[in-house]
Structures are given as structure tokens and as C-alpha cells.
């Protein structure tokens, strides 16, 4: 009986898995809708199609992306090997002529002669809106024929979304996703900003100033609190309104609604509105002033280590450019380190904590892998990375060889574990420092070393290892 392994999705994590798995010696069957369907962000017919910027970002190992670009070179990576290939000028960042790196993937694949690409659409056999099956590929009996990688990112077709919900035990996927930036607690101005939970007077009965003080600037509470004055208030306003943002796909638009409306479209309802929203500064006091503030931004615990914090209720259509601009003029944030950007897009992706281990292997079926976006991995490149595992470990299984599991102290590996650990809150995840451990023994302030030697560290630990 022929051996062989599935991957649904030609995009970046599909094209990369599937080379991972044929240069170990064994057949792939790679799916891929287009060109006979699109979906409504594609156009170009060629594999691995990048359709919002042409940068990986930036190539310096001080830069998380640079980082984990490092690590997929070592392990030879197709794309990230492709990307170099074909880059354009871009300062210290990996840009790409995106016709030809699309051509040049494609170009690729197809020359690899364990590599069978079809071009047909994957449907669910539960799909009752589907009249003819003809020319289409049945989802339920690809999984059950052999071990399958998905990998049909963000915009997972409805018919296909059917099959992947009843496969995960999942109600529903999370279609829309509307995420507050994230910044490092360590770039935070603790100067003027505090620890505190709203309403906390009752506690400040029982104690004196001095406790009070100290309290609020030590980690006792949930939430860390950037108070803003009258001035600073009407400004930050002003400039978010008329900032830059993202225009939204026709599809996407309809999706925007009250319970998570970006915050610049808040802000045009009225001066206040703000003020009477998620920057109400009722319950508080400015440990400076001793006084209440016209209006205060709180920021809300994002990761078990406590090393990250989003700030609450900004979901956001800022440019991302825009969003480091207008967000750091916060007191207490004129110096912070974004790990995230706010997004509010439709993005299909699986709750990943409950349903993947650390391999991106699902938990209730040893024979299925997730690869790209789908899992929460937010990026080109970290979608490239997901493949990488995904189609590594697939290989493995077929052998029946240990799992691969990348440690955390690399980049490859601490995405991996973001994606499986348990997270109430759970959205998609960049590549960033804060969601590697920490370096031992003396805290290094200046940032650039300290990235550097976490950088170093886990090349050397990459190195070190045998994948």
C-alpha cells in the first residue's frame, strides 16, 4: 500500500510543510482550491500567494522575526530560503518581490518529484448547501485515509469550516478577530503608572497613605493603570480620529459591531465617549495627584509570566505605523514595546490551547495537524514556522518516530508552546520576546543586549540539537 501525506493549503505553511515531508523521502498530496476558487483576498493563482505587505520584517537577531527567520534558515526552510532569493531593498528587513516569490515557490513544488499537486476544492461531507460533488474532494475522507496537515489559514472556506468544526468538537471557529495591542510590562513608565483594580477605596479605608502607596506600585491587582489629564485626554483624541487606518475588505465590513467597535470609530461619536467607555477614570485615584483623573487607560495581564499586557478595549483598524504613533503618546507608554498590534479583520482560527499539543498535532486525533494561521500564529513567518513543525513531525508519525518537540528557548518552539498552552483569553500571537523564558541570573536593562543574548541563546540551543 502507497504511503503518503496530506496537506490541505498551498499558502505558506502548506507549501513549506510539504516540503519538510518530501525531503524525507515520502509522498505528499498537497491541495489547493485555486485557480479554479478563490477566496475573496486571493488573486494570484501561483502556491504560497502573500497578500497584504511584501516584508518578513526585519533580519536582525535583536528582532523576534529576525530571530526565528535565523532558526528556519538552519533548518532549511523552503520559503524563508525562497524569500532571500527574491528580496528587494528594505533596509535591515527580508522584503520580497511577491509575483516572483510566489512563482519561484511554485516553480519549486512542482519540481519535487514526491510532491502531487491537485487543484480541487476540500469540502465537508456535511455541507447540505453543496448540489455537486463533482471535481470536489471529500474532507472526512482524507483524514481518514491518511495523516493530514491543515493548513488553509484565515479564510477558511465555510464548506471546509464545517468539517473542521465537527472534527475539533468545537462549536464554533473564532471568525473575527478583534485584538488589543499588546505591550512589554518592562517598557512600561512606571513612573505614572500604577497597579490597581477599579472601586478599590474600600481597602484604602484601612490603610495609611504610605501602604496605600506602595500597594498601588507593586503588583497587587489585575490591572496596571496609565492615568491622563485633562490635555493629554483631548489630544490623544485628536490624533486618534484622524489617524490612518486599515481599509477593510467588502466581506469584512458587515462584520464590525457594537460589542467590539474599534476604538477610533468610538471616539468620532463624541469628545467623552471615551471617557464614559473604556477609558472611564471612575474608581481611581492618581497616586501623583492624590486626585481622580479626567481619564485612565488600563492594561490587562496577557500571559501567565506577567510579562505582557493589553490594553483594554483599544481593538483597532490603526495602521500599524499609527498605532505605535498615536498609542504612545499614553503616559506611561511613550517608550513601550509592542509585541502585538491591535487587529479587527475575519480570521478563521481553531482554539488552539485546548486542541493542539506542542507540535501542532490535535489532541483527539493523532493522525491530524494544524499548520499557519489557523492555529493562532500570527505572520508570514511564523506561519512558515508552524509548517516547518507541523510537516516535520508529520513525517515522524509515518515512520513511527518520537515527536519533535522545539524548546521554548527558541522562537520555533516558544510559538508552539503559545499556541498549546492553556490561555483563557487566547488570540493570535506574533513572534515576540515575551513568550520566551526569561534569561537566568541578572536582569540585563538595556534591551537590545538582553534580546541578544535571548537570541543567542537559542541559536546555540537550536545548534545543539538534532531535529
Known sequence: MEQYINVIGGGLAGTEAAYQIAK?????????????????????????????????????????????KEELRILDSLLIKTADEVKVPAGQALAVDREKFSKRVTEKINEIENIEVINKEVVSQYDESINDWNDKVIFEKLINEAITIIATGPLTSDS????????TGENELHFFDAAAPIVEKESIDFGIAFYGDRYDEEKKKDESEEEWLKRIKENKSDYINLPMNKEEYETFVSELINAQVVELHEFEKRE???????????????ADTLRFGPLKPVGFDDP???RRPYAIVQLRQDNTEGTMY???????????GEQKRVFSMIPGLKNAEFIKYGVMHRNTFINSTKLLDNTYNLLNNKNVYFAGQITGVEGYVESIS????????AAGLLENKEKIVFSKETMIGALANYISTSNEKFQPMNANFGIMPELEGNKIKDKKIRYEKISERALLNLRNSIY
Open 24 to 68: 524525507r523521502g515520502i509522498k505528499v498530496k498537497l491541495y489547493e482550491m485555486k485557480p479554479k476558487k478563490y477566496t475573496p483576498a486571493h488573486s494570484n493563482k501561483d502556491l504560497a500567494e502573500i497578500v497584504c505587505s511584501n516584508s518578513f520584517k526585519s533580519n536582525l537577531i535583536t528582532n523576534a522575526c529576525g530571530l526565528l
Open 160 to 167: 471546509l469550516s464545517i468539517g473542521i468544526k465537527r472534527l
Open 256 to 270: 464590525i459591531f457594537e460589542g467590539c467597535m474599534p476604538i477610533e470609530i468610538m471616539a468620532k461619536r463624541g
Open 288 to 290: 501623583r495627584t492624590k
Open 310 to 320: 493589553n490594553l483594554v478595549g483599544f481593538q483597532t483598524n490603526l495602521k500599524y
Open 386 to 393: 508552524s509548517g516547518l513543525v507541523a510537516g516535520i513531525n
